[in-house]
């Protein structure tokens, strides 16, 4: 799914004036702010409630890919 989400939200010789395809299907502008390294290592925050003293604050994961909605992370 990252080999298409990517490529749909950057600019194509395909597609004149310099819009992607993201922009042309739904338009408005993408946003980057959410890209993360295919493969990196992200931490995800364990909610108070459900820790203990001496718990680890933040959980492993590694980022496979992403959805529409949401990352694609697993637990390492």
Not at 17 to 26: A, I, K, V
Request: with cysteine.
């Amino acid at each position: 799914m990252t080999a298409i989400y990517v490529p749909n939200r950057l600019p194509t010789r395909a597609i004149w004036d310099g819009f992607t395809p993201y922009e042309l299907w739904h338009q408005k502008k993408p946003t980057y702010n959410h890209l993360c390294v295919w493969g990196c290592i992200p931490y995800a925050q364990v909610p108070k409630e459900t820790c203990k003293k001496i718990d680890k604050v933040a959980q492993k994961y590694m980022l496979i890919g992403y959805t529409e909605t949401l990352k694609s992370i697993s637990p390492v």
